[in-house]
C-alpha cells in the first residue's frame, strides 16, 4: 500500500518528514510534505504534515542532490596558485565542503592526465590525490559521495600511459578524451588560448609563442596514438566515454565511431546538433549559463537550452554555478520549467553514469535532498542530505 505523508500520525524515531515545502518531484512542482526511512524516500505527498517533529521548510524548495559530472575544482584545491601544492588529503575535505556547500551530493572528480609545460604537481601527483579520495570516503570523511573522472590530454606523451594505473580502479566511472591544441576545438580562437594560457602560466611574448609552438608539434605527435589506446582500454573495462570540445562534424563522427557516451562542452551549435541526433548526452557549464556566455567565445550554454540541444549541465570550475545554472535555465528559456531545468544537474547526469538509485524525488529513491531558499538573484542551499543523514 503507497505510504501518505499526511495520513500518518507518527513516524519511527529515525524518520525524518519535510513539510510545507515546493518539492521538485518528477515533471511538477508539490506543495507539501516528503517522508525518509532507512536513506530512502518513502512517500511525497501534497499539504502540511501533522506529524510531531516534522521539520517546516518555509516554503524553501527541496530538490533532488545534484550530480556533478565534471569539476575542476579539485584540482583547484590541490595547487590553489601556480607553483603551490597543497597537502592532499586537506585539499579533498576541503573541496569536499564546497562541494556539499553547492547542494552536490554526488560528485565526479575529474583529474588531469598529460603533462603540461609549467603545471606539472597535478599530474605528479594524481595518484596520492585519488588514493586520498578514496581513503577518506572509506573513513566516512566526506559529505558527498566521490567518484573519479579522468581528463585525458591526448596531446600530451604521457596521457594513455597515466591512464593504464586507474582504469581498474572502481572509483573511476568516467573518462573524458582532450585536446588543448591551440587553433582547434575550445581554443579556435587563438587570441582566447594566448590569454588563457598567458594568464595561467605567465607567459608572454616569444615564450608565448614558443609554448604555442611545442603544443602543436606535440598534437601532431601524440593525439592519434593516444586517443586510440585511451578509448581501447576504456572499452575493455567497460568505462564510460566522454568526448570534449567538439567543434566540427568530423570531430562528432570521430566521437560516435569512438563510442562516446557524453559530448562535454561542444563548442558549437553543429557539433551539439550531430551529437544530440546520435545519441551522445550534450552536457555544457554552468559558468556558461550563469555568465550568459563561454569565456572562450564559444557557443552559449543558454542557446543549446533553446533549441533543445542541451541534456547536462556541470559545474566545470565553479561548483556553485550548477544550482544556479537550474534556476537561471527555468527563468530564461521558455520551453524549459524548473522540473525539466533540475533534471538537468540531477537526474540526466545520474542516468548518464549509470546511477539509477538517485537524481529523482520519488519513492524508492535514495534521500539525496537540497534545501534551497531563493533571495533575489540568489539559491541559498540551507541544508543537504545524503541518504537521509543531514551533511549541511
Same mark, same amino acid.
Given at each position: 500500500?503507497?505510504?501518505?505523508?499526511?495520513?500518518?500520525?507518527?513516524?519511527?524515531?529515525?524518520?525524518? !518528514?519535510?513539510?510545507?515545502?515546493?518539492?521538485?518531484?518528477? *515533471?511538477? /512542482?508539490?506543495?507539501?510534505?516528503?517522508?525518509?526511512?532507512?536513506?530512502?524516500?518513502?512517500?511525497?505527498?501534497?499539504?502540511?504534515?501533522?506529524?510531531?517533529?516534522?521539520?517546516?521548510?518555509?516554503?524553501?524548495?527541496?530538490?533532488?542532490?545534484?550530480?556533478?559530472?565534471?569539476?575542476?575544482?579539485?584540482?583547484?584545491?590541490?595547487?590553489?596558485?601556480?607553483?603551490? !601544492?597543497?597537502?592532499?588529503?586537506?585539499?579533498? #575535505?576541503?573541496?569536499?565542503? =564546497?562541494?556539499?556547500?553547492?547542494?552536490?551530493?554526488? /560528485?565526479?572528480?575529474?583529474?588531469?592526465?598529460?603533462?603540461?609545460?609549467?603545471?606539472?604537481?597535478? !599530474?605528479?601527483?594524481?595518484?596520492?590525490?585519488? *588514493?586520498?579520495?578514496?581513503?577518506?570516503?572509506?573513513?566516512?570523511?566526506?559529505?558527498?559521495?566521490?567518484?573519479?573522472?579522468?581528463?585525458?590530454?591526448?596531446?600530451?606523451?604521457?596521457?594513455?600511459?597515466?591512464?593504464?594505473?586507474?582504469?581498474?580502479?572502481?572509483?573511476?566511472?568516467?573518462?573524458?578524451?582532450?585536446?588543448?591544441?591551440?587553433?582547434?576545438?575550445?581554443?579556435?580562437?587563438?587570441?582566447?588560448?594566448? %590569454?588563457?594560457?598567458?594568464?595561467?602560466?605567465?607567459?608572454?611574448?616569444?615564450?608565448?609563442?614558443?609554448?604555442?609552438? %611545442?603544443?602543436?608539434?606535440?598534437?601532431?605527435?601524440?593525439?592519434?596514438?593516444?586517443?586510440?589506446?585511451?578509448?581501447?582500454?576504456?572499452?575493455?573495462?567497460?568505462?564510460?566515454?566522454?568526448?570534449?570540445?567538439?567543434?566540427?562534424?568530423?570531430?562528432?563522427? =570521430?566521437?560516435?565511431?569512438?563510442?562516446?557516451?557524453?559530448?562535454?562542452?561542444?563548442?558549437?551549435? %553543429?557539433?551539439?546538433?550531430? $551529437?544530440?541526433?546520435?545519441?551522445?548526452?550534450?552536457?555544457?557549464?554552468?559558468?556558461?549559463?550563469?555568465?550568459?556566455? $563561454?569565456?572562450?567565445?564559444?557557443?552559449?550554454?543558454?542557446?543549446?537550452?533553446?533549441?533543445?540541444?542541451?541534456?547536462?549541465?556541470?559545474?566545470?570550475?565553479?561548483?556553485?554555478?550548477?544550482?544556479?545554472?537550474?534556476?537561471?535555465?527555468?527563468?530564461?528559456?521558455?520551453?524549459?520549467?524548473?522540473?525539466?531545468?533540475?533534471?538537468?544537474?540531477?537526474?540526466?547526469?545520474? %542516468?548518464?553514469?549509470?546511477?539509477?538509485?538517485?537524481?529523482?524525488?520519488?519513492?524508492?529513491?535514495?534521500?539525496?535532498?537540497?534545501?534551497?531558499?531563493?533571495?533575489?538573484?540568489? =539559491?541559498? #542551499?540551507?541544508?543537504?542530505?545524503?541518504?537521509?543523514?543531514? #551533511?549541511?
Amino acid at each position: 500500500m503507497e505510504i501518505q505523508v499526511n495520513d500518518l500520525t507518527s513516524t519511527a524515531s529515525s524518520d525524518i !518528514v519535510l513539510t510545507n515545502a515546493r518539492i521538485v518531484a518528477g *515533471d511538477s /512542482v508539490i506543495s507539501g510534505s516528503l517522508m525518509i526511512s532507512d536513506g530512502r524516500i518513502v512517500a511525497v505527498d501534497e499539504g502540511r504534515s501533522q506529524i510531531p517533529g516534522a521539520v517546516d521548510c518555509d516554503d524553501d524548495y527541496i530538490l533532488p542532490g545534484l550530480v556533478e559530472l565534471h569539476t575542476d575544482n579539485l584540482e583547484r584545491h590541490f595547487s590553489p596558485r601556480p607553483g603551490v !601544492v597543497w597537502p592532499s588529503m586537506s585539499a579533498v #575535505v576541503a573541496h569536499d565542503a =564546497e562541494i556539499a556547500v553547492s547542494g552536490i551530493t554526488t /560528485v565526479f572528480d575529474a583529474l588531469r592526465l598529460g603533462t603540461i609545460r609549467g603545471d606539472n604537481a597535478i !599530474v605528479q601527483q594524481v595518484q596520492g590525490i585519488a *588514493d586520498c579520495v578514496e581513503r577518506a570516503q572509506r573513513h566516512d570523511s566526506l559529505r558527498a559521495q566521490h567518484y573519479l573522472h579522468m581528463r585525458c590530454e591526448v596531446s600530451c606523451s604521457d596521457a594513455a600511459a597515466g591512464l593504464v594505473e586507474f582504469v581498474e580502479n572502481p572509483l573511476v566511472r568516467l573518462v573524458s578524451v582532450m585536446d588543448h591544441t591551440p587553433g582547434q576545438r575550445q581554443f579556435a580562437n587563438m587570441e582566447k588560448y594566448r %590569454e588563457y594560457y598567458g594568464g595561467k602560466y605567465g607567459l608572454t611574448g616569444d615564450d608565448m609563442e614558443r609554448f604555442i609552438e %611545442e603544443a602543436m608539434a606535440a598534437q601532431a605527435q601524440n593525439s592519434e596514438t593516444n586517443r586510440r589506446a585511451i578509448v581501447a582500454l576504456c572499452q575493455s573495462h567497460d568505462v564510460a566515454l566522454a568526448s570534449h570540445d567538439d567543434a566540427t562534424v568530423p570531430h562528432v563522427e =570521430e566521437a560516435i565511431a569512438d563510442g562516446m557516451a557524453i559530448a562535454e562542452f561542444p563548442t558549437t551549435v %553543429e557539433a551539439a546538433k550531430m $551529437s544530440s541526433g546520435n545519441d551522445l548526452k550534450v552536457l555544457m557549464g554552468g559558468p556558461n549559463v550563469v555568465r550568459g556566455g $563561454s569565456h572562450s567565445g564559444n557557443v552559449s550554454a543558454l542557446d543549446l537550452a533553446r533549441l533543445g540541444l542541451l541534456d547536462i549541465v556541470s559545474s566545470d570550475y565553479v561548483p556553485s554555478s550548477l544550482l544556479h545554472a537550474a534556476f537561471k535555465i527555468a527563468d530564461e528559456v521558455e520551453m524549459i520549467d524548473l522540473p525539466e531545468a533540475v533534471a538537468m544537474v540531477s537526474r540526466a547526469p545520474a %542516468e548518464a553514469a549509470g546511477l539509477d538509485d538517485r537524481g529523482e524525488i520519488a519513492p524508492g529513491k535514495r534521500a539525496d535532498l537540497v534545501r534551497v531558499k531563493r533571495v533575489d538573484d540568489a =539559491e541559498i #542551499v540551507r541544508a543537504v542530505w545524503r541518504t537521509g543523514t543531514r #551533511v549541511v
